[in-house]
Each structure stands twice: as C-alpha cells, then as structure tokens.
Nanobody, 130 residues
C-alpha cells in the first residue's frame, strides 16, 4: 500500500517560516505529480502548490502563496517539501500532501483540484498567530 505522511507543521508567529515535509512509501515518485493542499474547517480543500515530474515545467502556486512558497521533491528519497515564508494568519490551515495516480505523465493540471490526486496524507496543522 501507498503511505503518505506529512510533518513539519506547528505554531509560528506572523512573518515566520515553516518547512513542511512529506514522505511517500509504497510508490516511486517518478512520473507522478505531487502537490500540497490546505483546508480550514468548514471550507473546501484548496491547492497550495503542484510540482510536475517533467523537467522544465514551472511549479504551480496559488495566488495566495506566490512569492512566499517553494515546492520541491526528491524522487530518489520519496520526499517532497513545502517551504513557506512570510506566513500570515490566513495561512492557518491543515496542510495535506498529495500524489497523483500517474495517468498524466507526471504533469500538474493547469488548475489542480482534489480529484486529480489519488494518494493523501493525514495532514499537518499550521497555525500562524497574529
């Protein structure tokens, strides 16, 4: 079975930084797009960033995090990360790591949504205090 585990969340002050990590086992990340989503209670889960496996494709970032977030992955290690800087209270959410099923040659969709991804972690909470 595929197992996805996030870590790195926590409480941080406004303006601070966090580095979220995700470890994927049971599946090689080659030819799989990966993404980070976030969800606030009572709201829909929204994409934060998506990274295609194909070289040369720029990562997708939601407008709300552009310039503050950096996504990366290590296929050999089976890990992906999300570096978040200049955190704001509105970044407070549960953050989820996601892996696509590999049907799209490792490419992120133009506007990634939950249904594009097959494997999910349990989430890691990020809380930004004002």
């Amino acid at each position: 079975p595929v197992n996805v585990v996030e870590s790195g969340g926590g409480l941080v002050q406004t303006g601070g930084s966090l580095r979220l990590s995700c470890t994927v086992s049971g599946l090689y990340l080659y030819d799989h797009a990966v993404a980070w989503f976030r969800q606030v209670d009572g709201q829909e889960r929204e994409v934060v960033s998506c990274l295609s496996d194909r070289g040369g494709r720029l990562p997708y970032y939601a407008d709300s995090v552009k310039g503050r977030a950096t996504i990366s992955k290590d296929n050999a290690q089976g890990t992906l990360t999300l570096q978040m800087n200049s955190l704001q209270p509105e970044d407070t959410a549960m953050y989820y790591c996601a892996v696509d099923p590999g049907y799209n040659l490792g490419n992120c969709p133009a506007r990634p949504v939950m249904s594009d991804f097959a494997y999910w972690g349990q989430g890691t909470q990020v809380t930004v205090s004002s």
